[in-house]
C-alpha cells in the first residue's frame, strides 16, 4: 500500500483517470435489396396488401419521417470504402479494448472502524497501513475526531483505493447516544453526498459523460466493529443492532492476546446467540466457493484480532508483534490472530460483495428518506386543510 496521508474529515479524492475515447468501426449491416413488385395476385391477397398501403400512408402521415435521399450506388460505395480501410476484426479489438477499459475502472473501498474507546482501533489501521510508531511512543493518544486515511493498491493496471475512517470510541469521550449520532450522521452524509453526485450527473450530456466515467463512490463499504470480553456489553448490542440497519458490519473481538483459547471459543459462541436473539443483522458472507482463509478459532465471526505497531526482530525476521515476559507474539501469525486473514478477505474474497451489498442499503436509506418526505408533505397538508376549515386561511 502506498502513498498514504491522514486528513480531517473533509478529504476528497483526486481521481487521475482520464479514459480515451476509442473509436470504433461499427460493423455494416446488410443493406437490403428493394423488394420487386409482384406482378400477379389473387383478389385476396391485393385487399391486404391495398389495406397494408393505405396502413402505412397513415402511419407515415401520422409520424412524418424526414428521410435523406442517398443514391444506393453512393451508400453502398461509403460502406465499401470504411470496410477496405479497417483490418478485419479491427472493430471488435476496439470493442475489446473499450471493455478492458471499464473493467479496470478503480474500485473504492471505505472501511470504519468504530467501537468503545481504547480496543486498538487506530492501531489496527497503522498496522494495515504497516505505520511505524514514533521513536519511544508505545501508549498512543486517543482518537478524538473523525479522521480519514487515503490510498491506493495499483497492480499493473488495477487501482484499489482505500479509505480508513477512525473514529473516536465512546465512553472515554462520548456517552452512547451522541456516539451513535456521530456515527449515524457520519455515514448519511456520506450516503448524502453521493447521491448529491449522482444527481448532478444527470444535469447535462457533458456533466453525465465526466462524473460517470470519474465512478467515485464516497459511502461507508464496511464498519469493523470492536468489542471486547469477558462479557458481551448491552450497549454494544444496542449499537450493533443500530449501525447494521446502514451499513455492513463485520464484528472484531479486539486485543486477542487477552484471552485463552477456551475463553475465545466462549466469547465467540455468546457473541453469537446474542445477535441471533436480538435480531442482529452482521454482513454474511455469500460466495460460493468456500474461501481458503479460515480462522483457527472457528469459521464463524467475530475475528480475533491482535494489533501492534511495534517490531521485533525474530530469528531472520522482522515482525510486527507484541513481546510479553514469556514470549512475543506474531500479529501476522494465523496461529495467533485472525488479522493476516480478515486483511485476506477483505480485499481478495469480500470487497466486492460488500460493495454490492452497500448499494442495497443505500437504496434502503433513499427508500426511507422518500417516504418520510411524503409523510412530512402529507401532516402539512392536512395541517393547512385543518387551519382552512377552521380560520378559512
Ligand atoms: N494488548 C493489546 N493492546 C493493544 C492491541 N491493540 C492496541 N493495543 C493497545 O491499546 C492502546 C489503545 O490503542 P488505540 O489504537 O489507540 O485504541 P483506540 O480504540 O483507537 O482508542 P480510542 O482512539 O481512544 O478510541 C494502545 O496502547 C495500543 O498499543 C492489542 O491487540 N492487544
Ligand atoms: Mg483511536
Not at 478492458?100 to 489501521?125: A, E, H, R, W
Not at 450530456?205 to 466515467?213: A, G, I, M, T
Not at 458472507?285 to 521485533?312: A, D, L, M, R
Not at 442495497?360 to 392536512?382: D, F, G, H, T, V
Request: glycine share 4%.
Amino acid at each position: 500500500m502506498q502513498d498514504f496521508k491522514r486528513t480531517k474529515l473533509e478529504s476528497s479524492y483526486n481521481s487521475q483517470r482520464t479514459d480515451d475515447f476509442t473509436i470504433i468501426n461499427c460493423q455494416p449491416s446488410f443493406y437490403k435489396q428493394p423488394q420487386q413488385k409482384i406482378t400477379q395476385f389473387d383478389e385476396q391477397a391485393s385487399e391486404i396488401s391495398e389495406y397494408q398501403e393505405n396502413k402505412s400512408i397513415s402511419h407515415q402521415q401520422q409520424l412524418p419521417i424526414i428521410q435523406q435521399n442517398i443514391q444506393k450506388s453512393e451508400y453502398e460505395s461509403q460502406i465499401y470504402e470504411s470496410i477496405v480501410d479497417s483490418q478485419p476484426g479491427s472493430e471488435i479489438k476496439a470493442l475489446i479494448e473499450q471493455k478492458k477499459i471499464q473493467d479496470q475502472k478503480p474500485i473504492y473501498l471505505n472501511i470504519m472502524v468504530v467501537g468503545q474507546s481504547g480496543l486498538g482501533k487506530s492501531t489496527f489501521i497503522d498496522v494495515l497501513l504497516k505505520k511505524k510508531l514514533g521513536t519511544g511512543q508505545i501508549i498512543r493518544d486517543s482518537t478524538l475526531q473523525i479522521q480519514e486515511i487515503q490510498g491506493q493498491i495499483q497492480i499493473n493496471d488495477f487501482t484499489l483505493n482505500i479509505k480508513f475512517i477512525d473514529t473516536p470510541g465512546f465512553r472515554h469521550q462520548y456517552g452512547l447516544k451522541a456516539w451513535l449520532k456521530l456515527l449515524c450522521n457520519y455515514i448519511h452524509n456520506q450516503f448524502h453526498t453521493y447521491k448529491l453526485r449522482q444527481t448532478q450527473q444527470y444535469e447535462s450530456k457533458e456533466k453525465f459523460q465526466q462524473l460517470s466515467q470519474q465512478d467515485l463512490d464516497e459511502r461507508v463499504h464496511v464498519c469493523f466493529y470492536f468489542f471486547s470480553g469477558p462479557r458481551i456489553l448491552a450497549e454494544d448490542l444496542q449499537a450493533l443492532k443500530k449501525i447494521s440497519e446502514i451499513v455492513n458490519v463485520i464484528p472484531i473481538l479486539a486485543k486477542g492476546d487477552s484471552y485463552t483459547k477456551n475463553e475465545i471459543i466462549q466469547l465467540k459462541q455468546q457473541f453469537n446467540d446474542l445477535i441471533n436473539e436480538y435480531r442482529i443483522d452482521l454482513f454474511k458472507f455469500q460466495c460460493n466457493n468456500t474461501s481458503p482463509e479460515k480462522s483457527q478459532f472457528g469459521v464463524t465471526p467475530p475475528y480475533v484480532i491482535i494489533s501492534s505497531i511495534e517490531q521485533f526482530q525474530v530469528g531472520n525476521h522482522l515482525i510486527y508483534g507484541r513481546k510479553f515476559p514469556w514470549g512475543i507474539c506474531d500479529i501476522f501469525n494465523p496461529q495467533h490472530s485472525d488479522l493476516a486473514i480478515i486483511y485476506k478477505l477483505l480485499i481478495g474474497h469480500y470487497c466486492l460483495e460488500l460493495i454490492k451489498l452497500t448499494e442495497y442499503l443505500y437504496n434502503k436509506y433513499e427508500q426511507k428518506q422518500r417516504e418520510k418526505i411524503k409523510s412530512q408533505q402529507q401532516n402539512q397538508n392536512w395541517f393547512r386543510s385543518l387551519l382552512r376549515f377552521f380560520f378559512n386561511i
